[in-house]
């Protein structure tokens, strides 16, 4: 599509300069060197490309998907799974890494989800809306497939290295369907809702909206690097950039709700939408940050309750 594009343009552009040859050869400065002048017509022939053509790269994208639709069986092919070999079954280590590398195609899928979600909610067109729907049929149809091989792979005689990693991988892949759910029944729901009433969000509350969303990516893909290699350091990392999104949430929430009180129409009528987003994004960086916990846990990082002990009576010798 992108060389095709880069035709059209070419093409239009070459057909509209045509007419305008004389004129412009007539404008050169007497005694130009010819390469000179090639030289200089050339850069002002793709300046006027650039100003003419790109305020219109969006319906131009449009055409060349219109022209070059997507390959029949493309949506399907991502929904089928590529690593999960039966016959690996009989050999736990391969049928591991195999579920692996299929749990690290959702989690893709699941980031490709999650990037589009940010356009269907900064756009006025339901489009995007109804790509991440069908994103969502694709993730669901794919974790069911890896769920169903460990569950398989479960049975078998498994020692408990190879059990710990199939119930994380497990778990794993549960928290990315979930992730998928929220974006498409919440977020997209929110989206189209927006659009339906005809909202604006205020350009604070989006750019708030921007900054924990560009942290709920940055923490996706830390999650993914830590499922490969189960790296101690990143699921550290991971923890404390969960408890950061809490933090902006909670920031961002309150700079909303002083700009509500403040008397922002935009804020006011948006209201709703504003604080169900940064809710269900808090909600997917806690999903994110599951994969962190069984690392720290197993080497004793992670505490059982992240309540304050207050209030114990202090023991006597006499009461031990």
Do not use: C, W
């Not at 007539?26 to 300046?47: D, K, S």
């Not at 994103?135 to 669901?140: C, E, G």
């Not at 604070?204 to 969303?213: K, P, Q, S, W, Y």
């Amino acid at each position: 599509r992108v060389p095709l594009g880069n035709l059209l343009v070419r093409v239009t552009g070459a057909l509209l300069a045509l007419p305008l040859v004389p004129a412009a050869a007539a404008a050169l400065p007497a005694g130009m060197a010819p390469l000179t002048a090639v030289v200089t017509v050339h850069v002002a022939f793709n300046a006027a490309l650039a100003l003419l053509f790109l305020p219109l790269v969006t319906p131009l994208a449009r055409l060349t998907e219109r022209l070059l639709p997507e390959p029949e069986g493309t949506e399907e092919d991502a929904a089928t799974p590529r690593h999960l070999d039966e016959s690996a079954l009989e050999t736990p280590s391969v049928a591991i890494a195999g579920a692996l590398r299929e749990t690290l195609r959702l989690g893709d899928l699941v980031e490709d989800m999650l990037r589009r979600s940010l356009t269907a909610l900064r756009r006025d067109d339901e489009r995007p809306i109804a790509e991440v729907s069908r994103a969502d049929d694709r993730v669901d149809r794919l974790h069911t497939a890896i769920k169903l091989y460990l569950a398989k792979l479960g049975r078998g005689h498994l020692d408990a290295e190879e059990t710990r990693r199939v119930d994380d991988l497990m778990a794993f892949a549960i928290n990315l369907e979930h992730i998928g759910d929220i974006i498409d029944k919440s977020l997209m729901d929110l989206a189209a809702k927006r659009i339906r009433h005809r909202l604006h969000f205020a350009p604070e509350d989006f750019r708030e909206v921007e900054e924990l969303h560009r942290r709920t990516v940055e923490n996706l893909r830390t999650a993914l690097g830590i499922l490969i290699g189960e790296d101690r350091r990143l699921a550290r990392q991971l923890i404390a950039g969960k408890d950061a999104v809490r933090a902006l949430e909670r920031t961002a929430t309150a700079r909303h709700l002083d700009r509500v009180r403040r008397g922002d129409a935009a804020s006011i009528e948006t209201s709703a939408l504003v604080l169900d987003i940064l809710r269900d994004l808090k909600r997917i960086n806690a999903h994110v940050a599951a994969v962190a916990l069984p690392i720290l846990d197993q080497i004793g990082e992670l505490r059982e309750s992240r309540l304050k002990v207050v209030g114990l009576p202090r023991l006597e010798s006499r009461d031990v």
